[in-house]
């Protein structure tokens, strides 16, 4: 058994059994008078014999045979006052009735001190029983106490258990399921950085993209200004410029001779001998060096960058030619080396392409001839 259902069934019930009992007497013990209990005592017989009267039972109402010595002998007295003077029957009939009245008086007493009577007087209780009278004195002294109070308040707790154990129930299932929302929403928060992180990635790349399809306009207008500037025969090696500043070489024996320079700061050799301890130095002398038609990098400085490239000419010819931009040159390194829109490669072949139209024009201005057997296609 539960707790609390031992406190209901046991302390609560009881309570509620001996409340209508107890109440009263301890409303009497505090309220009544302790004193002029004797003049109650003396007069409560006749109010009673009174009220009988009023509701003329009172004959009926007297147990004359309930009265201790006299029911068995007034029949015998009644024959013997007869034979008694007059005088002694005027003496002794007072004295009858005195002695009849004191009875009464002395079983009203004993109502008066008898709890749960309606004569229940706390002055007589205290007086005829005083040990007694001390003894509840423990539970009446406190006038603002009683078992109706105490009954209440343990219904109150009772009932406030209960509630007690609806909200502690409630709080469980509330801390329970908020323990699952505060999962699902670290789940979630794990969701959305993953997708934030997965949208930072796209906008990035849809950036990249978008500034790759810029440059790639850019190159686009600039070659078709060439096409124009060459089919109004004003097109020169200086107008390949629109990647990037340059300079371009002639491969001429063990030497390197520079034919243009466009853009930069002038710097660059006239002539480079092709040399080993010269191609970490030179991107161009390495690329010369090299059996493989691929780009080659050099930095000359802090932030700036050479990427050089060896391009087979007519006549058995080679050119390097030479992209010089900065590290923090997005457009360049876009189109020059990362491949973003358009693979590096077709930027390098373009240039080829305007280099052997450059080296026609050089041909036909010194009255030249091109080896009409040499053939060169984009794979150059």
Request: hydrophobic share 40%; aromatic share 12%.
């Amino acid at each position: 058994m539960s707790l609390e259902s031992e406190i209901h069934s046991n302390y609560h019930s009881w309570l509620g059994d001996i409340k209508p009992a107890i109440d009263p007497i301890l409303r009497h013990l505090r309220q009544q008078d302790t004193n002029g209990w004797r003049k109650l005592a003396w007069s409560g017989p006749l109010k009673e014999f009174i009220g009988h009267l009023k509701s003329l039972k009172f004959l009926s109402a007297i147990k004359w045979a309930s009265i201790p010595v006299l029911g068995s002998f007034v029949p015998s007295l009644v024959i013997f006052y007869t034979q008694w003077p007059k005088w002694c029957i005027g003496i002794a009939a007072p004295l009858l009735m005195l002695l009849v009245y004191f009875i009464y008086v002395k079983r009203y007493e004993a109502k008066m001190v008898t709890m749960g009577s309606p004569q229940f007087h706390a002055g007589a209780f205290k007086a005829k029983r005083a040990k007694e009278y001390e003894l509840w004195q423990h539970l009446f002294k406190h006038s603002n106490c009683n078992f109706s109070g105490l009954y209440d308040i343990f219904t109150e707790m009772l009932h406030q258990t209960k509630d007690d154990h609806a909200v502690t129930s409630l709080i469980a299932y509330s801390q329970g399921r908020e323990g699952r929302m505060e999962k699902e929403i670290e789940e979630l928060k794990g969701m959305i950085q993953g997708l934030e992180e997965t949208s930072e990635d796209i906008i990035e790349d849809l950036d990249r993209s978008t500034d790759a399809i810029s440059y790639l306009v850019s190159v686009i207008k600039s070659v078709n200004l060439c096409l124009y500037r060459m089919a109004n025969q004003c097109f020169t090696i200086h107008d390949l410029d629109f990647i990037d500043g340059f300079t371009l070489y002639e491969k001429d024996g063990d030497k390197l001779r520079k034919i243009a320079d466009k853009g930069t700061s002038g710097g660059s050799p006239d002539e480079i001998m092709i040399l080993s301890e010269h191609a970490q130095r030179y991107a161009a002398v390495h690329a010369a060096k090299s059996d493989f038609m691929e780009p080659c990098f050099n930095s000359p400085y802090p932030g700036r960058i050479i990427v050089s490239f060896r391009m087979k000419m007519s006549n058995q010819v080679e050119w390097i030619w030479n992209f010089h931009f900065d590290e923090r040159d997005k457009r360049s390194l876009s189109l020059i080396l990362e491949n973003d829109i358009i693979e590096s490669m077709e930027i390098y072949r373009l240039i080829h392409v305007f280099c052997l139209f450059v080296q026609r024009q050089m041909v036909d201005e010194k009255g030249g001839v091109l080896d009409a057997s040499s053939k060169l296609s984009n794979e150059s």
